[in-house]
């Protein structure tokens, strides 16, 4: 009998409650919520091994909290949709979700669709969540930055940031597109506000030999290593 934790997400108090009833009679945990910041917080603190998202739900809809999620985990996510639009489901699974399924649905198949992404997951090496650029290490899960071996602290937004360039070293990344994964699609607020944030993150990773954030004029930041050579530190 599994031991897995699922967390399922519905603003439809029946659905959970059946999800709930089929998943727990094949031996899993279930743990349920109804709007999608109380999902994601549960996310965050239960840590389970899957989690069922509905996409429409208020104070958070089930994309954002999907992206959000993929931002600090690679747990596995089977969407649900009211309606039966590949629009719907292109967007979730682009967002990272690993499965999905169109509402009503038959709860036999969500528990079949379960077992199945959870086997796949669990067959497969976990994706490392921890990033390594010349002396700086970025723990994704517990969210810690050391600098040539001494932790810093950053706030939320430079860490994301700093994930973000790390995960494309040397690529130029504009403010849009800075925005668009640290910030979200809907943000609407100054583009500026990543100057601000790259010159906080700039100080935060200044005790570095060989990794500075430079600035392309007119286009965005790229993160780039260097040698540590006389003449070889790249201006910001």
């Known amino acids: 009998m599994p031991n897995n934790t699922i967390l399922v997400v519905d603003d439809e108090k029946n659905i959970v409650q059946l999800a709930k009833m ?15 910041v109380d999902a994601l917080e549960k996310a965050r603190t239960g840590k389970p091994d899957l989690v069922v998202l509905d996409l429409m739900m208020p104070e958070m809809d089930g994309w954002e ?5 993929r931002q600090e985990s690679d747990v596995p996510i089977i969407i649900l949709t009211a309606r039966d639009d590949d629009v719907d489901k292109i967007i979730g699974l682009e967002l990272g979700a690993d499965d999905y399924m169109t509402k009503p649905f038959n709860p036999r198949e969500l528990v079949a ?5 959870l086997r796949r997951y669990n067959a497969s090496e ?3 969540r921890r990033l390594t650029v010349g002396d700086i290490q970025i723990d994704q ?35 849009e597109r800075l925005l668009n994964v640290v910030w979200g699609y809907e943000y609407v607020g100054d583009s500026r506000t990543i100057d601000v944030h790259i010159t906080w993150l700039r100080d935060k990773i200044s005790g570095s030999k060989n990794v500075r954030i430079q600035t392309i004029w007119g286009v965005g930041y790229k993160l780039v290593t260097f040698d540590q ?8």
């Open 22 to 36: 089929y998943l727990t009679a094949e031996g899993y945990s279930v743990e349920a919520a109804f709007n999608g």
């Open 65 to 69: 909290v999907c992206r959000r999620l």
């Open 113 to 117: 669709r379960v077992k199945a992404v």
């Open 126 to 128: 976990r994706p490392t």
């Open 141 to 175: 899960d517990r969210r810690e930055v050391t600098v040539a071996g001494k932790q810093v602290t950053l706030r939320a937004k430079e860490f994301d940031l700093l994930a973000a360039f790390a995960k494309q070293v040397g690529v130029v990344l504009d403010r």
């Open 229 to 236: 050579e006389p003449g070889s530190v790249p201006q910001p």
